[in-house]
């Protein structure tokens, strides 16, 4: 079977996967199913005020003051009267998150998050594609920041991860109100899966990164910041998060199963047996077997990496010998 005489969707269904591992160290909303319902149709007051508010700004001045709001004001001020509810809904931030990253909304609202980032913010995440740390497709929102990462750069990057804030204190003896200068990211089971893993014992957490900038670590030493790096929790603050693109497609990331399936003792024996010398090479590469392997691609990306992946190639040989030997 030749990769490129397949057509994209046989492509996509035979090679590409969901990276496996992740959902139990993910944020993730358990229980019911996040709609992508607006905000609830409550009694709304006719407000004046409001509606006097709207009536004397021009829609794209309007659309700008709101943009620089996050999405709990926007939820506040929606409720003020069905005028505002209508002007809210007419966003293009709200009306996108809400229709491609619901899921993403609600962990920022369950996480305490959401006053911290504006709609304007996690909207321009949306749109983007890159990792804000590398050139690679970026299927995850640190949530604490705000950027969008790849799994590469969030499980190599220490500072993007995060720690207990209970661990934070007592490494840099610090009190409750001199942490609370850095958003605090609230867990509770309701945004895990501690099915694979021991529930946590502490309930706060936060972002090494954001313990530097906000000045709350400046006098630690590098010891100590060692010390909570080696503490760290790398997928507890991130979130699956889609890429909208400008023609509207959305892209959730794609990952292939060839560079899944190198390290597997069974593949790395259909490996030997066709080249001989194909182990030791694979021994050579663990390296950038590994960060392939965590790599995610637009569905552009996949099919050309596809094409090209001696992986796939040698999975697709394997399967022809096996098909002439049982013909």
């Given at each position: 079977?030749?990769?490129?005489k397949?057509?994209?969707?046989?492509?996509?269904?035979?090679?590409?996967?969901?990276?496996?591992?992740?959902?139990?160290?993910?944020?993730?909303?358990?229980?019911e199913?996040?709609t992508?319902?607006?905000l609830?149709?409550?009694?709304?007051?006719?407000?004046?005020?409001?509606?006097?508010?709207?009536?004397?700004l021009?829609?794209?001045?309007?659309?700008?003051?709101?943009?620089?709001?996050?999405?709990?004001?926007?939820?506040?001020?929606?409720?003020?009267?069905?005028?505002?509810?209508?002007?809210?809904?007419?966003?293009?931030?709200?009306?996108?998150?809400?229709?491609?990253?619901?899921?993403?909304?609600?962990?920022?609202?369950?996480?305490?998050?959401?006053?911290?980032?504006?709609?304007?913010?996690?909207?321009?995440?949306?749109?983007?594609?890159?990792?804000?740390?590398?050139?690679?497709?970026?299927?995850?929102?640190?949530?604490?920041?705000?950027?969008?990462?790849?799994?590469?750069?969030?499980?190599?990057?220490?500072?993007?991860?995060?720690?207990?804030?209970?661990?934070?204190?007592?490494?840099?003896?610090?009190?409750?109100?001199?942490?609370?200068?850095?958003?605090?990211?609230?867990?509770?089971?309701?945004?895990?899966?501690?099915?694979?893993?021991?529930?946590?014992?502490?309930?706060?957490?936060v972002?090494?990164?954001?313990?530097?900038?906000?000045?709350?670590?400046?006098?630690?030493?590098?010891?100590?910041?060692?010390?909570?790096?080696?503490?760290?929790?790398?997928?507890?603050?991130?979130?699956?998060?889609?890429?909208?693109?400008?023609?509207?497609?959305?892209?959730?990331?794609?990952?292939?199963?060839?560079?899944?399936?190198?390290?597997?003792?069974?593949?790395?024996?259909?490996?030997?047996?066709?080249?001989?010398h194909?182990?030791l090479?694979a021994?050579?590469?663990?390296?950038?077997?590994?960060?392939?392997?965590?790599?995610?691609?637009?569905?552009?990306?996949?099919?050309?990496?596809?094409?090209?992946?001696?992986?796939?190639?040698?999975?697709?040989q394997?399967?022809?010998?096996?098909?002439?030997?049982?013909?």
């Amino acid at each position: 079977m030749d990769p490129s005489k397949l057509t994209p969707k046989e492509t996509l269904s035979l090679f590409s996967h969901e990276l496996a591992g992740l959902e139990y160290a993910m944020l993730k909303v358990k229980g019911e199913p996040v709609t992508r319902r607006p905000l609830e149709d409550l009694s709304y007051s006719s407000s004046r005020s409001y509606n006097a508010l709207l009536d004397g700004l021009p829609t794209e001045l309007w659309q700008c003051i709101a943009n620089l709001l996050d999405f709990r004001s926007l939820g506040n001020f929606s409720c003020a009267s069905r005028r505002a509810k209508a002007a809210v809904e007419a966003l293009p931030a709200y009306r996108d998150l809400l229709r491609h990253a619901p899921e993403a909304l609600v962990v920022l609202s369950r996480t305490g998050l959401i006053s911290h980032h504006s709609a304007a913010k996690i909207h321009s995440a949306l749109r983007a594609q890159r990792c804000s740390y590398c050139p690679d497709f970026a299927p995850f929102l640190v949530v604490t920041t705000c950027e969008r990462c790849c799994h590469n750069c969030l499980y190599q990057n220490r500072s993007l991860q995060v720690v207990s804030a209970e661990r934070v204190q007592d490494a840099l003896n610090v009190s409750a109100a001199d942490l609370n200068r850095v958003p605090l990211v609230f867990l509770s089971e309701k945004l895990h899966n501690f099915s694979h893993v021991k529930s946590p014992s502490f309930s706060q957490v936060v972002c090494v990164k954001q313990l530097k900038e906000s000045g709350v670590a400046d006098h630690a030493s590098e010891q100590t910041m060692c010390s909570l790096r080696e503490h760290t929790y790398f997928a507890k603050g991130a979130v699956k998060f889609p890429s909208l693109g400008p023609d509207g497609g959305v892209e959730r990331g794609l990952w292939c199963i060839g560079c899944l399936l190198k390290s597997d003792f069974q593949f790395r024996g259909m490996l030997a047996d066709l080249d001989p010398h194909s182990m030791l090479r694979a021994e050579d590469q663990d390296r950038d077997y590994e960060k392939f392997k965590y790599q995610a691609r637009t569905k552009p990306e996949f099919l050309e990496h596809v094409r090209t992946c001696e992986r796939v190639n040698i999975l697709l040989q394997t399967d022809k010998s096996r098909s002439g030997s049982s013909g």
